[in-house]
């Protein structure tokens, strides 16, 4: 607010002092605006509804009022594109994304992209609400993979890949079903549960997403019957 007293300011000049104060806060950034979130977990927890995770190493830095940073994607983790080269949109001070002056040029990363926060747009980019990044070295991965904040843990990379994809958890869900139709549902972040009908009831199948196989075949017993993979209607 601005208040006029008696002063020698013409007052012409005066409103023009303020139409130029308030053209300048309407250009200036409201802090009420920068990003501002708590630490929402390690790696593997965060990492979890983040739609693109991958290995890659990063080619160059771009700074500006939008900062950007080039990375060649070695190997996809979870979801997929089409390219090998992508642009990654990082710490602007409005976002919540990290500086790209954690990541030089030259090195390696595995990293989860439009996390929470992130505030991505029409692009990808890297949140700084969770550890959405870890450091590859000598084929370890470095960082926060599943403890606390700043935490230097060090896992190889086969070890936490495993981890990544096949995490252990505990589900329990119920459901209705109908003579003669399927029954799908998702379970354990990357296989479904299916009961396909059979003449008799349903068979129970289970697979990993994006897979044809159905690992439920491997249920003993092999060669005797009943299996418990399928049930009957005297079983109900």
Known sequence: MFICKDMDVPKKNFIALLLLFYAI??????SAAACSCVWKGPFLAVSRDAPLVFIGKIIRHHPGKSPTMDVLILETIKGGILDSGMTIHMGDGMHCRPSMDHFPPGTTWILALNGLGAKPGNGWALSHCGEYWLRMENNEVIGSIDGEMNQG?????????????????????????EAGKQYQRIFGSRFEFIL?????????LVKEVGRDEN???LTPPFHFLPNPREIEGWHL
């Open 196 to 204: 396909e009908p059979m003449p008799e009831g349903w068979q129970i």
């Open 215 to 217: 690992l439920s075949r």
């Open 153 to 177: 843990k060090r896992m190889p990379l086969g070890q936490f890949k495993s981890r990544f994809m096949y995490p252990r958890f505990s589900e329990y869900f119920s459901g209705r079903v």
């Open 25 to 30: 806060s309407l250009l200036t950034p409201s």
